[in-house]
């Protein structure tokens, strides 16, 4: 039996690995690790099996997917200071798969700027080049049917039908402006997002197969990993806490997870692990369980009846996001209605733009980005509205999204029923510098969509009404409108010294804890790569056989 949804039917409560949470990390692990016939794997999700069901498995609505569906957790956000006190939601997926499940299917893994988290942390294991193993692991690249030509001689008006399987209507009339307007919006046909140096406008690769979509259930728990015999996965389990074993000499170890089944909240379960127990439940459920686990601050956590086990003092702190903000065309195209291609991802092209040096952000607030090669941030030109469908109308929408913001957040508890969802203060634009940023993209947006390409095209703009010269007037544009684009990671930070006040190591074990690991977006991103590393790091510790 492949996946179980009982404890009764599941043959064992105690394994050689327990990883707690099926998503982008917890998938990867569990069939690394159980590539090894010698060892047991218990995988727990606490939500159902991933089936190809339609909402999920057609790419166009990966837009329905989320928020506050049967698949998403439906985490909002607390008031946001820096958005004019609105909430957002942020969706996380419940489901076999987790958020790649519900998640826009974007493929993107960074910059050679990875580099400075080999020199901070001094391993030279998550270095660009040490790291790119990991990622060719992960991918398989199926080139569209009109296959890509790197040459770039090829005439602006012919690339419409390049690198894609099916153009959109903005396409052809992007890349035209963008060889009027260059600048940060030039297109190079051989510029690969994922070449390490991921600057201008090219297409977005997506993990879309066969016309549906791949996530990490339908990429690493297939059939026949499943039916691996070392490889047991508990659907519908929620995990409430880990069960730290403190030694008289104050020495603790966690390898006992505590977890129930769907509906059965009193009814307590307990599993061991043997060799490690990994947290995978992602960057909003992992520190949760931690706090609800005694970890965090002494204090709030004897507010709320938890008995202390140690303090961690980075736990849930300085979160990161991107916010995203759209710019909503109203254009003179049929086409653009919400009746494209099923199998077709949100957008095409986009620009990834790092600011040159004399821009007022970097004059005035420095370079905060992790190096050279990182873009400050994105803008994607998406045909239809960006959004839930609209009954009407003729959308393209341009999605700008900060890619260096120095805004922070936080996420706390204020419960011990592992039912009651995490307070999260995303902390957007509470930093002058983001908002400074988004300015600038804004103007480069405009800018570019006054190209002759776009006459006749577009009708409106709901920047129409803004005096694009007045940074007040831009300000309370950004902050009425931007919302989450759901690329939360860091509550459970990497230390890059061993006496840092972060969460894990560089190995992500939890500092001064035995048996316990966290892999997933709450120490970093992109997640499925740093999950291939961590599967080595984890085969490593214990001399497992490669398959
Ligand atoms: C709507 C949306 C759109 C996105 N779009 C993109 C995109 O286009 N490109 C991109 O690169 N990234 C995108 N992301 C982000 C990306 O999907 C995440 O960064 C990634 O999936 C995080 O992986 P993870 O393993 O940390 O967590 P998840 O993938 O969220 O997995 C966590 C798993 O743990 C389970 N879990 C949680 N709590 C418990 C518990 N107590 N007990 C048991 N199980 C538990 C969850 O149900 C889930 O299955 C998007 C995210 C969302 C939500």
Redesign the pocket.
Known sequence: MPIYETTDSLPSLTYDFIV????????VLAHRLSEDANVTVLL????PTYKEQPDLAIPSF?RI???FTQW??KYMSTEQKGLNRRVVP???????????????????QGSDDWNRLARETGDDGWSWNKIRPYMKKNEKLIIPVDEPNPSGEIEPVELRRIGINYSQPCDERLLRASDEVRGGFAYSPSTSVNSGHPHGLTFWP??IRDGTRSS?ASAYLTPEVLARPNLHVLVN????RVVPDVAPDGRISCKTVE?FLEGQQNHLLRANAQKELIL???????P??LMRSGFGNKEQLASIGIQHVKDVPELGKRMIDHPWLGITLTVDDKATADDGPLSAPVGNLFAQVRLPEDSFAIKKYGDTSAGKSTPNYFAAFCNGFFGPPRESGNYLTVVISLLTPISRGSLTITSAD?LAAPVIDCGYLTEEHDAAIYRTAIRDVAQVLRAEAWKGYVLGSTLDSINLDDDAALDAYIRNGAMS?????ATARMDTTSEGPGVVDRKLRVKDVDGLRI????VL???YVA?ERAADLIKSRWALNEM
């Open positions: 707690v949470g099926a998503g982008a990390a917890g998938s727990l999700e606490a939500g990966c997917a989320s928020p998403d957790w942020l969706p996380r997926g419940r489901v076999v798969g987790g958020s790649t499940a519900i998640n826009f299917m974007i493929y993107m997506t993990s990490a389990a929620h995990v409430a977890y995978s439940a992602g960057a909003f459920a992992t949760a369980i592992p684009l759901y690329h939360n990671v892999v997933d977006a709450s991103a992109p997640v999950a």
